[in-house]
């Protein structure tokens, strides 16, 4: 299906562990806004400012996957994969697993920093299944803890 | 439903019929299932706004002569829209703040027309420190029953939903 048609080749273990530049992102009202519109979401509390406070809430709070987005549109996969040797092609690539530790929501307003790692390469399948686990460690401006995401890329090295 | 916490004595609790409902203010117990998330049939509008919003314009969702290039009847929804809709059902349960932690693996793609509803079930309560943390197994199923998601996630109850008796 790919140009090449050659067999993907095991991606290499010795990138577990391997540190990526780290990249920041504001989390913005209007993007919550209609990130909450996209998904459907219908409590007030992630739309406006004022429900958000009289809930105890420092801001509006992005929901919970949000941050997850603001990092792929600062650093989207398919890129930081290529820059790791992962070569997806045309639909090789899918998007396997997806995990987060919350320490706290993400709120409007904030600057957040992404500090992603290769966590884990392995593989099932006799090979043909190809798994990548990704790591982002998410801070905001105080260098207070917000979460971590675990990104769970598959490789069909037979597609 | 008298033995809810407050009594502080050893009154019994009825038991769990599995599938039970969370109710609110009373105990949430394994067993019990949050209020499932009924989503309408999936439209191309619906992933035409999430790719906007989310900034995931891949075409596998978009367009559908490049999905079923790759071998898809048509287009396929975004894994973490999926997730999100999940992630919704658990915040209308509980205040984002209690979650913890939420985790999904994707099973199956979600195609336009389908009808998803987000289901959650208290598999285990535990705790710690002071804290009574639910864990929660959780499904994201089509009409048809077809599961899209597995997930888990990990939520601190609210000291007002945790039974008297431990």
């Keep these: ?159 | 439903m008298s033995a809810a916490a407050g009594s502080g004595a050893s009154a019994p609790v009825p038991p769990v019929v599995p599938g039970m409902p969370v109710v609110p203010g009373m105990p949430v117990m394994p067993g019990m299932t949050i209020p499932t998330l009924h989503l309408p049939p999936l439209d191309l509008a619906t992933l035409a706004r999430y790719a906007e919003a989310s900034g995931d314009h891949a075409p596998v969702h978009l367009d559908a002569g490049y999905a079923r290039a790759l071998g898809f009847p048509g287009v396929i929804a975004h894994g973490l829209l999926v997730m999100a809709w999940l992630g919704r059902a658990l915040t209308g349960w509980q205040d984002q703040r209690s979650l913890r932690a939420f985790s999904c693996r994707f099973v199956a793609v979600t195609l336009l027309d389908e009808a998803l509803s987000c289901i959650g079930t208290v598999r285990a309560l535990r705790d710690v420190g002071a804290e009574r943390l639910a864990e929660l197994d959780l499904r994201v199923c089509d009409q048809r029953g077809e599961v899209k998601i597995r997930g888990s996630a990990t939520l601190v109850l609210d000291p007002k939903q945790v039974s008297a008796c431990a």
């Excluded at chain 1, 519109?37 to 509006?60: H, K, M, N, Q, W």
């Excluded at chain 1, 996969?77 to 040797?85: R, V």
């Excluded at chain 1, 500090?115 to 006799?126: H, S």
């Design chain 1, 1 to 159: 299906m790919t140009a090449g048609g050659a067999v993907q080749a095991a991606i290499d273990r010795s990138i577990i562990g391997r540190a990526l530049p780290t990249v920041s992102a504001t989390v913005e009202l209007a993007a919550l806004q209609q990130f909450a519109r996209a998904i459907g979401e219908t409590d007030a509390l992630y739309f406006d400012p004022e429900v958000a406070r009289s809930r105890g809430y420092r801001a509006v709070p992005a929901p919970p996957t949000y941050i997850v987005c603001l990092k792929h549109a600062v650093c989207p996969p398919e890129g930081l994969l290529a820059t790791l040797g992962v070569e997806g092609g045309s639909g090789k690539l899918l998007h396997a697993e997806q995990s987060f530790e919350f320490q706290q929501p993400a709120c409007a307003g904030d600057r957040l920093s992404f500090a992603e790692r290769v966590a884990d390469v392995y593989e099932r399948k006799a090979g043909l299944l190809q798994f990548i686990v990704l790591e982002t460690t998410v801070r905001n401006q105080d260098a207070r803890h917000v979460a971590v995401i675990r990104h769970t890329e598959v490789l069909r090295t037979d597609a």
